[in-house]
């Protein structure tokens, strides 16, 4: 695993501290197919709810929307929070220039894909709260109106 640099961004940092203990599919945590499933109900939950309530919901850890390692965001399509399952002080922050330890701008690259291709999976690196350590991470994401759906789950 590559060393924690020096210059990696404080936010990313911050938003890994408040992640719930994690693992990878074969060590028991969430699959793809969780993923999926998970997104797609959150997807539909916001349909069905309204903004405001699936939100409030989503970021208020509601069990409905955590699974092992796997919970939720939602993103405006400019990058900005409205939904974090795992750390609520993410919601209101715009991340559209937050990148991981290899300089991808993982956000922005969701947003894009989100506008381009509606669902998608992605790849990028992230801080394991459990170990400390970066990891490979995938997120899967659904377009939904103005916003994107994403799940993630250590590979």
Not at 86 to 97: R, S, Y
Not at 143 to 149: D, G, H, I, Q
């Amino acid at each position: 695993m590559s060393k924690l640099a020096p210059a990696f961004c404080l936010s990313l940092i911050l938003a890994a501290s408040a992640l719930p203990p994690v693992g990878n599919a074969a060590e028991g945590g969430a699959t793809r197919a969780d993923a999926e499933t998970m997104v797609r109900k959150g997807a539909a939950y916001i349909k069905s709810a309204g903004d405001a309530k699936a939100y409030a919901d989503i970021t208020g850890k509601t069990p409905q929307f955590i699974l092992h390692d796997l919970y939720l965001v939602v993103y405006k399509l400019d990058g900005t929070v409205v939904a974090h399952g795992a750390n609520p002080k993410m919601v209101g922050k715009n991340l559209i220039e937050l990148k991981d330890i290899d300089g991808k701008a993982f956000v922005k690259e969701r947003v894009d894909l989100a506008r381009s291709k509606g669902s998608f999976w992605q790849e990028y690196k992230f801080t394991n709260p459990e170990n400390k350590k970066i990891e490979p991470k995938a997120m899967y994401c659904e377009k939904l109106n103005e916003t994107v759906v994403c799940g993630g789950i250590y590979l």
